[in-house]
């Protein structure tokens, strides 16, 4: 039989259609071997995504090569999709900050808070000023795998503090820290009972004997860490003399140490705190000034003094915040216009998220570093 009689006249000669079927084949082929093995650095063979086409998706690569941003990630043991970007509202995805864009990070009015970034994206550096908690805001909640000690819990947990005030200090956080995370109770109703823990705590302080030299030491040895990044954050508000307020119910003695062992005390930097009175001696006799604990913020001498009348013309302001008590820090601050508020929830996230939702701008979940807020102020201060 000749080809033309059962191809057909109209067919292309034979040997084009081989080729063409060759080519298939080959296709074929290296499209198994690439969604099957690690083959051309498409498959990485335990995390991996599909990479949009219009069509079924057919190779694989991955995660960390994606720069798409609207890629749907799998595991490949497991089978099972998670999200991945592309979910956040077009508002904040005009702003391309893609850390906005996270499961851990939530955002109840995306337009509200697009319009509050763009804002302070287009005022700069200039208009900007930051108010920040201390604990576990600007420092870690947990790192290691272990619980990191809050600024009166480097105390606490210090070897180098007799028995008798580390037991009594942990008695009182046991009665008194789910009275303060407690979201069934008003602020109003937990005021009384944060008095009492911070009146408590701070006479135990007092009466243990603790001197200047031991507290340095204290800190050194500590598990109180910064969050990744942190130092950064530090670099960038002082290189574009944008003033940072660390407004803490800790202990403004340890957060002095801490930052200044684990990065820098900047001249741009004021920390309000609790801070500890030392004799000539240098051992703590009390404390100076008023007492600050996690619901009295506003009511700071701060609010009355003249630092935020000298930086009135600083119309935005960011602020950090872990706990509800967080959000009065910045109350002095009459003359700001954008208020971009930014909170942490390290543990207790189902009973507590919709309030902090209700309450900050921007909640993140259970995250150690500053990526978010670095992110921030990368975009406000014009870096990408």
């Given at each position: 039989?000749?080809?033309d ?20 084949a ?23 995504h599909e990479v ?36 956040a ?18 955002i ?24 920040a ?8 909640y947990?790192?290691?795998?272990h619980v ?8 606490e947990?210090s ?8 037991v ?37 302080i007092?009466?243990?004997h603790l ?17 990744d990044?942190?130092t ?11 003033p ?8 403004g ?10 990065a820098?005390?900047y ?7 609790n ?16 007492m ?8 700071h001498?701060?609010?009355s ?35 971009l ?7 207790k ?36």
């Amino acid at each position: 039989m000749m080809w033309d009689d059962r191809l057909g006249a109209n067919q292309p000669p034979p040997r084009v259609t081989l080729v063409n079927l060759m080519s298939n084949a080959v296709l074929f082929l290296l499209v198994v071997m690439a969604t099957s093995s690690n083959i051309f650095g498409f498959c990485d063979g335990l995390n991996t995504h599909e990479v949009e086409s219009g069509h079924d998706s057919l190779l694989f690569v991955p995660e960390s090569k994606c720069n798409t941003g609207k890629c749907a990630h799998r595991s490949m043991d497991s089978g099972i999709k998670r999200e991945g970007a592309g979910t956040a509202s077009p508002d904040i995805l005009a702003l391309k900050i893609p850390e906005l864009d996270q499961k851990h990070v939530h955002i109840k009015d995306p337009e509200r808070v697009a319009k509050i970034i763009k804002q302070m994206m287009d005022d700069a550096h200039h208009k900007l000023q930051v108010v920040a908690d201390f604990d576990r805001t600007l420092s870690k909640y947990a790192h290691a795998g272990h619980v990191c000690s809050t600024t009166h819990g480097v105390l606490e947990d210090s070897d180098h503090m007799p028995e008798e005030f580390k037991v009594k200090a942990r008695k009182l956080k046991d009665t008194y820290l789910p009275i303060e995370f407690d979201g069934t109770k008003t602020i109003a109703e937990k005021i009384p009972q944060m008095i009492e823990w911070w009146t408590n705590g701070h006479a135990l302080i007092t009466n243990s004997h603790l001197t200047r030299d031991l507290l340095r030491t204290i800190v050194r040895d500590s598990s109180s860490h910064l969050r990744d990044g942190c130092t950064w954050f530090f670099e960038q508000l002082h290189k574009h003399e944008i003033p940072l307020l660390i407004f803490s119910a800790g202990l403004g003695d340890i957060i002095t140490e801490v930052v200044s062992h684990q990065a820098v005390l900047y001249d741009n930097m004021k920390i309000v705190s609790n801070f500890l009175d030392f004799d000539e001696t240098g051992k703590v006799v009390g404390f100076v000034g008023d007492m600050i604990h996690v619901y009295n913020k506003n009511e700071h001498a701060v609010h009355s003094s003249d630092y935020f009348e000298n930086i009135k013309h600083r119309e935005n302001l960011m602020l950090l915040g872990d706990s509800l008590g967080d959000l009065r820090m910045a109350e002095g601050a009459e003359d700001v216009v954008c208020l971009l508020k930014v909170g942490f929830l390290n543990f207790k996230v189902e009973e507590n998220l919709e309030q902090y939702k209700e309450s900050y701008d921007i909640v993140i979940v259970q995250d150690q570093s500053m990526a978010v807020v670095n992110s921030l102020m990368t975009k406000i201060l014009g870096q990408s």
